[in-house]
């Protein structure tokens, strides 16, 4: 499989796969020595009381944060955007159908428990099963046949060729735990830090792993996240010391964090974008006028400009940034034009249209105020959104995917994984319920492609399909922006998404 073309940027969008038939050795390094030792308090959005630790329920950074710091993976996307073996040791393929994993042997879990093969088996299933609820469900579906071929090998059989296919395993989803491990609410991993309380919505504690088996890692000795919803909180605490890292840092502070020679901003470019969903399934977004209607009426460079203050880059309502290899840039870059959305309106048989906007802070913490400009410039064509403010709390459960039109916020993923959970028909994820016969097909020629031109055109095709009939309204790839105390070391930004691709916990260390 030699025409397989590799090629991994910064920003997290891998687009091609390591070549198969490939053995990876791991290799981590560090610019600085860490020091052992202390506590690491982290005041942290994502967090609400519907939160469990079963991974197939995994949607906020509270239940990802904690799963990658109990548990490991099998492999790790590093900052620099490289794909590492993690506890999958090496992997072979010859044609992206068929592979061998070959786990790491020596791996203890916290109840003592040494890793094998059947673990991994039993964890790649509970996303896989006919009866899952797995967010994952789709991605790991396409698995047809997975086996255990020996006490530390594991062999799998896709349902078509995936040249990037071992990208999906470091979906956030895919945590490795015992074999028939159910108790949830004591996750129980092979990771840097063994969990000692969780309390959803909360609070989790940590305790550092003294086994663990990356001696390069998992630096400091027991670690306290307090999940604090509200962005001023949070900045009070980092201010007043009583944290050392938050997260999803409002934009409109960023120049005060600057200024302040205690603490540092840790910037992500271009890690997430943010959507405004219009349900496939409901009327009035089920008419494609309507959705175009209301991409032309969206003033995106205000919001940029304005809302963002320039920590960011333009979408055109599409998932893929301008800076992935696979970007189509011979698409129109969709701007604010009233006329067109009006010529959409009445093609769609009326004069003007009345909506509610369903928004919230846990997409993202500007989507309010993004929301309002979106309000604000509507109306001039002929669009009336009624904005209405939904609490982080449940938001994930009682708004997402069940409101005709509602903000939505998405990590970086491998191309193949950004078009088949958002957009395939019967993901678990596709939160627009968006089906296209067309784009299905196009997306399983792309994954099975090799050769990186094609592939590059064909995902270029499924850019045009979105962006003139799809269900999202992109005005924005936003920046993450976190913030730390000075004391924090090797906190690097990732282009997974913020607190380092969620690996905050075991990457960085405190320097008294």
């Known amino acids: 499989m030699s025409n397989c073309i590799s090629s991994l940027t910064r920003r997290g969008f891998l687009a091609g796969s390591t070549a198969a038939g490939l053995l990876l050795p791991l290799g981590v390094s ?55 073996p993690e506890l999958a040791e090496s992997w072979e393929s010859t044609d992206a159908i068929n592979w061998i994993l070959r786990i790491r042997k020596d791996v203890l879990f916290h109840n003592g428990k040494s890793l094998d093969a059947e673990d991994v ?22 698995i047809a046949e997975l086996t255990a071929t020996g006490s530390h090998e594991v062999t799998l059989k896709l349902d078509s060729a995936n040249a990037e296919f071992m990208r999906t395993f ?36 940590l305790k550092r792993n003294p086994d663990y088996w990356k001696t390069d890692r ?84 205000l919001m940029l400009d304005v809302v963002m203050g320039g ?45 509610e906007l369903y928004t919230s802070d846990a997409a993202l913490p500007e989507a309010v105020s993004l929301s309002e400009v979106y309000q604000s410039k509507a109306g001039a064509a002929g669009i009336n959104l009624n904005v209405i403010r939904r609490p982080a709390d449940g938001y994930w459960s009682d708004t997402w995917m069940k409101k005709p039109f509602a903000v939505s916020s998405w990590l970086n993923r491998p191309i193949d994984q950004t078009f088949s ?45 979105l962006h003139e009939e799809g269900p999202s309204v992109i005005p924005i790839f936003a920046d993450f922006l976190d913030a730390k105390s000075i004391r924090v070391k090797g906190f690097e930004p990732s282009g997974v998404s913020d607190l380092s691709g969620d690996r905050v916990i075991e990457r960085v260390w405190i320097e008294e």
Request: hydrophobic fraction near 35%; aromatic fraction near 8%; charge should be negative.
């Open 421 to 465: 959970l958002i957009y395939g028909t019967g993901s678990a994820w596709n939160e627009s319920y968006w089906s296209n016969e067309r784009f299905d097909k196009l997306l399983a020629e792309g994954k099975a492609t090799l050769d990186f031109d094609k592939r590059k055109e064909i995902y270029g095709e499924l850019q045009k399909i």
């Open 218 to 301: 998992a630096h400091v000795e027991r670690v306290e996240i307090t999940v604090v919803n509200d962005p001023t909180a949070r900045v009070a605490a980092l201010q007043s010391g009583k944290a050392d890292i938050i997260n999803q840092l409002d934009r409109k502070v960023a120049a005060f964090i600057n200024r302040n020679d205690a603490l540092e901003l840790v910037r992500s470019p271009g890690a997430v974008h943010w959507t405004f969903i219009c349900a496939f399934n409901a009327k009035p977004t089920d008419d494609n006028h309507i959705r175009e209607a209301l991409k032309y009426g969206c003033d995106r460079k």
């Open 170 to 205: 470091a979906d956030y989803h895919a945590m490795i735990v015992p074999k028939g491990f159910e108790d949830w609410a004591n996750l129980t991993g092979t990771g840097g830090y063994i969990l000692e309380s969780f309390e959803p919505g909360i609070r989790a504690t």
């Open 30 to 84: 560090w610019a600085a020595e860490p020091r052992k030792g202390g506590e690491l308090r982290i005041a942290m959005a994502g967090g609400s009381s519907d939160n469990s630790l079963d991974p197939r329920a995994f949607t906020q950074q509270m239940q990802r944060v904690v799963g990658v710091a109990v548990c490991n993976q099998l492999v790790e996307i590093l900052p620099d955007g490289t794909l590492v």
């Open 311 to 355: 920590l960011g880059s333009l979408g055109n309502d599409h998932p893929i940034s301008p800076d992935n290899p696979y970007y189509n840039g011979a698409l129109e870059q969709r701007g604010f034009d009233p006329d067109r959305a009006r010529f959409h309106l009445k093609e769609a048989g009326i004069e003007t249209l009345s909506l």
């Open 121 to 142: 088996v039993y964890s790649v299933n509970l996303h896989r099963s006919e009866d899952s609820t797995s967010g994952a469900k789709s991605l790991f579906g396409v």
